[in-house]
């Protein structure tokens, strides 16, 4: 398939250059769906890597794709808004989601229904989680992301290091995903 670049149009609200969503293929104007891999990594980088994967099924679908790691920063909820779809990834912490992630969900209740700001549901999303043999973060995952929006297909996990066939389920999912919105 032949895709040209995506075309500069002018600026956002951040005063940040803005890019049309959009590009020619065989000639055609589609538009090229913006998605967010929104996770958390610090103790041996094996949700990283499902992150890695993720992100590579949806650029292959044709995505645009920011990945953050909560661990190195507060993710910014102001920029929620422009993302067409999000992969959300934890690590399992005592059965519960990492301390990013949770802030990022603060972040987004008080932005959303306190703040009124427009755009930050009603997304596509998926989940993927590493553990060390519980796993019960998934119980929390499907409950606490559900504000965002819809969930699609069924959350990706790995016990430990995630091997090629996990990393194969990610990257499926992050193509799901993309499918999900393009
Ligand atoms: C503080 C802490 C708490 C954890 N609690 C659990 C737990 O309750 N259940 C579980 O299965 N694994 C638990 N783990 C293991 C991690 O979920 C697992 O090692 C994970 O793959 C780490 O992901 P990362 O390498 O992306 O940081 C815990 C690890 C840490 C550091």
Known sequence: MMTRPVIPTGWNENGQTSLICE??????????SKALV???????GN?????????KGLRNSGCEVDLFNTNEGRFDVTRFPQYDCVAFGSPDYYSYIAGGLKTFMDDHYIYDVRKGLDGLTNKHYVLFYSHGGGGR???????I??????LIGKPVDSRGKPDSQVLNKCTALGKELAKAVT
């Open 47 to 55: 949700t990283a890597a499902m992150a890695e994967a993720v992100a």
């Open 23 to 32: 590009a020619l293929v065989q000639g055609r104007r589609v538009k090229i």
């Open 137 to 143: 973060v998934k119980d929390v995952m499907s409950d």
């Open 38 to 44: 929104l996770y958390h990594s610090q103790e041996f």
């Open 145 to 150: 992301f559900k504000r965002v929006g819809t």
